[in-house]
């Protein structure tokens, strides 16, 4: 393709230094599409380009296939082409739902889900990209749309219980959000047999005439084998999880030679006393602090960041491939990391007493817990101690004299730290930054990957140090890529919506609370909320709801700001060794540090937004394979307890029963309102209660009870209680209602 004139192409530079045979820009092809009258044709587009030879005109059909294949572009059924936003078009991914309808949930962050209907949803599965145009707007804001089009395909592969009925097979997908069976010819079931655990090939995808054709090309097992959950949760949502000869061979091409090469290229800061402190099971350390009192007054704090991005060289296998895993995944008792072995816990991990590669973020700390100034730079560093969290709160926090001794000198630094922290959480809470409140829970196995107990796990003082160097840390590289002009990935998570806020308002009504804020609450205002209900038998529940108020937090190279942090600048820069997105950050903090041209930087704007969109999709592909294998253990768990009586918290009141969670078990289930026997109950929507009709008894959140375990379905990971009160009791007519004199 001859070269756009440079006053045609504003990227047509970027566009030489990529390509021998430079293509006009994604960029600058939009903006022609953008100015013709109309939807614009191949014939037109090849005109204003000035293209004639085959070579330029493939090179052209080329990119706009990939346009269309990222939902750049919609080819209309006449071949012109029109961008997505135009025509009510929006592209984004399908959220399917088990029963049937979906949601496209919009590339463009902030803009809020679109309808699908059962009818819509027939020619597409959940996961899949596509572009949908918008066909009605409800009063309350909601979107209603068409589905036009299936960008690309997420489930080649579909994992589920094979089953036989009258001679016909077919594939119940393990996720439930497939709401689709997947048919299996007699011929595709390669010796699948009844009840078997199967991945099945899709061979013909669905469409609205007729639903997904399959074969079976492997038997992982039968149902219920010992770390079977984890196998399924990997392979349902498609988690690379095993690298190949080529990455390996050049994740071991690395060795301690290659970090004492480098050391003439650093600022040397072996002789700072940095530490790295985690939980006691850690086996990868992306970052080090040491934190000292100025003499002007206030602190310098430094973070000291693994540099991964100088192993991981873009383009290499190994950037291929941690890229499309996007982030480690964290089963219980099971590690699927986005690095090999030998870098995650070896070269790139600070381990103590041995020089590492970092990148620095060294920033002075007012008395009052404000960041005065910042600077990032390439250092090489050693860690002078592995502390665990345990081991530092005891002696920091508690003052244990035999935890002081075992740390040594450290520990004056540590204090340091400490009083610092005390500063940032004042600064904190004056911003209004929000502080949920949520337990994690744990699983302990025995033998036989056996289930022993499920328990919380507890965050103490000396965590809340780490994660707010971490954010402090965050803040500065943010603060960096925007001062320099330069594209980066930003961790942005905005406010409420209109309808969600509206629907708060109106749930926080029925317990006699307020949001304040107008219709732009602030941060704070939320944070203040939360303080209020803290010591409320429903305080999780309002918390739950205040969270699902938000947007989730997403990856954008358009900064919008971090409402629950209430910080306008934030990137996710501290943990390469696991996040793609940070070694994205570290980059383009290199690309800047090394004093190269903002607009040399390799990834262009458009590059970022697909980046963090795919960087958000693993993100919550790592979240539902976790959420996933965690509720089968819990089933698993719960197997053997079917009859025995537990005391649980109310968490949940819907129009079909009660959500409970059992104290010191951490597992939920649901008591259906057809077994609340002693009487007839109605839901009130607006209190969220369950009342009874004669007995006016009222069931509300944070209500304790007592429950029996009835039911537990591991293919469904449903667990079902009976309240304990209602066992013996027979259903009661209905009573007739009083005519109206």
Same mark, same amino acid.
Request: net charge neutral.
């Given at each position: ?224 084998? #010992? %770390?079977? &959950?984890? @196998? ?10 095993? $690298?190949?000869?080529? *990455? /390996? ?64 060289? #873009? %383009?290499? &296998?190994? @950037? ?10 964290? $089963?219980?008792?099971? *590690? /699927? ?85 005390? *500063? ?318």
């Amino acid at each position: 393709m001859a070269k756009p004139k440079k006053t045609s192409d504003p990227h047509a530079d970027r566009e030489a230094k990529k390509y021998a045979h430079p293509i006009a820009s994604r960029e600058f092809i939009l903006e022609l599409i953008d100015k013709n009258e109309g939807p614009a044709t191949f014939t037109k587009l090849k005109k204003s380009l000035g293209l004639s030879s085959e070579r330029d005109i493939e090179s052209l059909e080329r990119r706009l296939r990939a346009m269309e294949r990222d939902g750049q572009l919609v080819r209309n059924r006449q071949g012109s082409y029109l961008p997505v936003g135009r025509a009510d078009l929006v592209r984004g991914r399908i959220i399917g739902h088990p029963d049937g309808f979906g949601f496209l949930n919009p590339d463009e962050h902030g803009e809020s889900d679109i309808f699908l209907s059962p009818r819509e949803m027939r020619a597409a599965l959940h996961g899949d990209r596509a572009v949908v145009q918008i066909t009605h707007t409800k009063r309350d804001g909601r979107k209603e749309g068409h589905l036009v089009e299936v960008l690309e395909r997420a489930n080649d592969q579909i994992v589920g219980r094979y089953h036989e009925e009258q001679g016909m097979g077919f594939v119940i997908p393990d996720n439930k959000r497939l709401h689709q069976d997947i048919f299996i010819a007699p011929d595709s079931k390669n010796g699948a047999t009844h009840g078997q655990i199967v991945i099945a090939k899709i061979t013909e995808h669905p469409t609205k005439r007729k639903q997904p054709i399959g074969e079976v090309f492997e038997v992982l097992g039968e149902h219920m084998a #010992p %770390g079977m &959950e984890i @196998d399924i949760a990997i392979r349902v949502h498609e988690l690379p999880s095993k $690298f190949s000869n080529e *990455v /390996i061979q050049e994740a071991a091409s690395f060795t301690e030679n290659s970090i004492i090469e480098e050391l003439p290229n650093r600022k040397d800061l072996r002789n700072i006393p940095f530490v790295t402190i985690d939980g006691e099971d850690a086996k990868d350390f992306d970052d080090a602090v040491y934190c000292e009192m100025r003499e002007a007054g206030g602190w310098k704090l430094y973070v000291a960041i693994a540099d991964v991005s100088f192993y991981v060289q #873009p %383009g290499s &296998e190994l @950037d291929k491939e941690s890229q499309w895993r996007g982030t480690s995944v964290y $089963f219980p008792g099971q *590690v /699927i990391p986005m690095l090999p072995e030998n870098l995650s816990n070896g070269l790139c991990s600070l381990n103590p007493e041995i020089p590492r590669l970092t990148l620095v973020c060294e920033m002075s700390i007012s008395p009052t817990g404000e960041m005065q100034s910042y600077q990032l730079y390439k250092a090489v560093i050693k860690s002078h101690a592995r502390l665990t969290y345990t081991q530092v709160a005891a002696a920091v926090v508690d003052k244990k004299v035999k935890e002081r001794k075992s740390i040594g000198d450290i520990c004056t630094h540590l204090d340091e730290l400490y009083r610092l922290f005390i *500063v940032l959480l004042g600064y904190r809470e004056k911003r209004g930054a929000i502080n949920f409140h949520s337990t994690e829970t744990k699983i302990e196995f025995g033998p036989n990957k056996k289930i022993v107990r499920i328990y919380p796990y507890e965050r103490n003082d000396a965590h809340r140090v780490i994660e707010e160097c971490m954010i402090a840390a965050n803040v500065a590289a943010a603060k960096f890529l925007t001062k320099n002009k330069i594209p980066g990935l930003y961790r942005i998570h905005e406010g409420p919506k209109e309808t969600k806020l509206k629907e708060l308002r109106q749930l926080l009504k029925t317990l006699g609370l307020n949001l304040p804020g107008g219709d732009k609450p602030e941060p704070k205002h939320y944070a203040a909320l939360i303080t209020q209900v803290n010591e409320r038998e429903e305080d999780r529940w309002i918390e739950t709801m205040l969270l699902r108020s938000l947007s989730q937090a997403v990856y954008s190279p358009d900064n919008a700001g971090h409402f629950g942090l209430a910080h306008s600048f934030y990137a996710h820069f501290t943990s390469p060794i696991r996040r793609y997105p940070d070694l994205i950050v570290h980059r383009a903090i290199s690309h800047i540090v090394d004093k190269e041209k903002a607009d040399s930087f390799m990834y262009s704007h458009n590059d970022l937004v697909l980046q963090g969109e795919h960087c958000s999709m693993t993100e919550r592909r790592a979240d539902d394979a976790t959420r996933d294998a965690e509720a089968t253990l819990k089933c698993e768990f719960m197997q053997d307890k079917v009859g025995k009586i537990f005391t649980g918290s109310i968490t949940g009141v819907t129009s079909f029963g009660l959500f409970v969670e059992l104290l010191d078990v951490y597992v939920e289930g649901l008591v259906h309102i057809s077994t609340l026997s002693d009487d007839y109950y109605q839901y009130d929507p607006t209190r969220m209660t369950l009342e009874g009709e004669l007995t006016r008894n009222i069931y509300r959140l944070g209500d304790t009870v007592d429950i029996i375990v009835t039911r537990v379905d591991i293919d469904e990971r449903k667990i079902d209680f009976v309240l304990e009160q209602n066992k013996n009791l027979n259903k009661r007519k209905r009573p007739k209602k009083s005519k109206r004199k």
